[in-house]
């Protein structure tokens, strides 16, 4: 290793001056509350859904428990390996630990862009559903461009403040639309839905069976499952801003993670349930057809009354902000990391000095986002292109990337412990779980990638085309800047990803 600051001094000190994030500002609610909507329960089973029934057909549902199991395994390293890297680096931090500063740099690329691409993509969805509901409630077509920046102009505001008034917005948010979801679900449970019950559906290996009248594949029913849980590994990006952060990670995880994956497959089930297994694909098609906005709006004034339509209306809208408001907080905290560390302009990582908020970090991303909106708003102005373009192929751009990286963290937590943490060494935690995680990410990247023609429904289209490209990229982008700093600059190359929150 070359000569400089070693990673044991970089663990012990602090960024510069006062440019720390806000200590114990969030407990273990408020830490739910940035993740859980991060994932947007809501926005995933309204955005989500209709593209699993496109790949799985009436087992959609399936594909939710199997991401369900699949994550939930994977988190058993995850957390082992949260509790002894603490910093507001998650990912980034994770695979500098365990395989150097080389492999961490080109992590930190892909997942810090993964996230700006969430951010921005999801703004798409915002903008979507905010016309249908204000064309439902007011009748007026509000011009999709005011509908894209205008939502991006108040995460930038909102962004500038303490993260506590963050976590308590997003809290509201995920509240309301939590209650429609269940109210919608026990509705279409307690009426017996369009058939009555069946538990076909949520049977896993129905989600590759020919049987289940599935148009496309199951690589994009899994699609549609993964990227309902992006989100959830957030949890280690505010341990410098949580209270007892060792306590705190593993049941935010492990909450999140399997919170989400009961309510996603009981939804997706009284989806189905609802509309009945030989109909709800036809559903699908006359929704992206302009029939009606989404194909659970006809459902919730069937079995329970316009109050519910309403409140999905307006909760998909704040869903999807408090979504892209989540994504954009993360991205934040991976570049103000690397600033605090000197590997990016030590400006990202100045913290503002009454809100202790990264306030220059979160000006960069708005400014990356706006220009990736903007260039998707310039190639097709249309509200359902903030859907289906901006909406589609920015995420299957970043879950193809982050899966990928999840595989990396996973294999390793497994070095970790088995080289530098050999007293936390244990058969199932850190190394079949870690093990089953890996081969599981890379499984699904594969099927993901491998459909995303029929997924994007633009196969000839050179960002679709050369999607599987463009993460290899960024990655060696991150792999080359971090051998610049090892033959040029011991001090920034020794510091990569290493500092770590001093309750560690």
Request: glycine share 10%; net charge neutral; aromatic share 14%.
């Amino acid at each position: 290793m070359a000569t400089g600051v070693s990673p044991e001094s970089m663990q012990k000190a602090g960024p510069p001056g006062d440019n720390r994030l806000a200590a114990g500002a969030l407990g273990l609610p408020q830490v739910l509350f940035c993740i859980v909507t991060g994932a947007a329960p809501i926005a995933a089973m309204l955005f989500n859904t209709p593209v699993a029934v496109l790949g799985s057909g009436w087992a959609a549902p399936a594909t939710f428990v199997i991401a369900t199991v699949a994550l939930t395994i994977f988190s058993v390293g995850y957390v082992e390996m949260a509790k002894r890297v603490t910093a507001a680096g998650g990912f980034y931090s994770f695979a500098t630990h365990a395989f150097g500063s080389v492999v961490g740099m080109g992590v930190a690329f892909v997942i810090t862009a993964a996230y700006i691409i969430f951010s921005a993509s999801v703004i798409g969805v915002t903008a979507y559903f905010a016309n249908t509901t204000i064309q439902d409630w007011l009748s007026v077509d509000v011009p999709v461009f005011l509908l894209l920046f205008v939502p991006l102009i108040a995460m930038a505001a909102l962004s500038f403040f303490h993260v506590e008034l963050t976590a308590k917005l997003l809290g509201i948010f995920l509240a309301i639309e939590l209650v429609a979801l269940v109210v919608f679900g026990f509705a279409v449970l307690f009426q017996g839905g369009h058939d009555g019950l069946s538990l076909r559906p949520i049977l896993p290996w129905n989600a590759f069976a020919d049987n289940n009248t599935h148009a496309l594949g199951a690589g994009i029913g899994l699609f549609a499952g993964f990227w309902s849980w992006v989100g959830f590994e957030m949890a280690p990006n505010y341990a410098e801003e949580a209270r007892e952060p060792k306590k705190v990670m593993g049941p935010a995880t492990y909450i999140s993670v399997i919170g989400l994956g009961v309510l996603y497959v009981f939804i997706t089930w009284m989806l189905v349930t609802g509309w009945g297994m030989a109909n709800v694909q036809q559903a699908v098609t006359d929704q992206f057809g302009g029939k009606f906005a989404s194909i659970y709006y006809p459902l919730t004034t069937e079995f329970f009354g316009r109050p519910l339509l309403w409140a999905f209306e307006l909760t998909i809208v704040t869903g999807s902000f408090a979504c892209q408001f989540a994504f954009f907080n993360t991205a934040n905290r991976y570049l103000y990391s690397m600033g605090r560390e000197g590997v990016l302009p030590r400006a990202l990582g100045r913290t503002h000095p009454v809100h202790k908020s990264p306030y220059i970090a979160s000006t960069t991303v708005t400014a990356l986002v706006g220009l990736y909106v903007l260039g998707f708003w310039l190639y097709d102005g249309t509200t359902l292109a903030a859907l289906t373009k901006l909406g589609t192929w920015g995420p299957l751009l970043g879950v193809s990337g982050i899966l990928v990286v999840q595989g990396i963290v996973s294999v390793g937590i497994i070095k970790y412990f088995a080289t530098e943490a050999k007293d936390g060494q244990h058969i199932w935690r850190t190394i079949i779980a870690p093990a089953i995680g890996a081969v599981s990410m890379v499984v699904a990247a594969y099927l993901m990638l491998d459909n995303r023609g029929d997924l994007s429904g633009a196969a000839n289209v050179p960002f679709i085309k050369y999607l599987w490209l463009i993460m290899p990229v960024v990655f060696l982008a991150g792999v080359l800047l971090a051998l610049y700093y090892k033959s040029a600059d011991a001090e920034r190359y020794e510091g990569i990803g290493r500092y770590l929150h001093e309750d560690a």
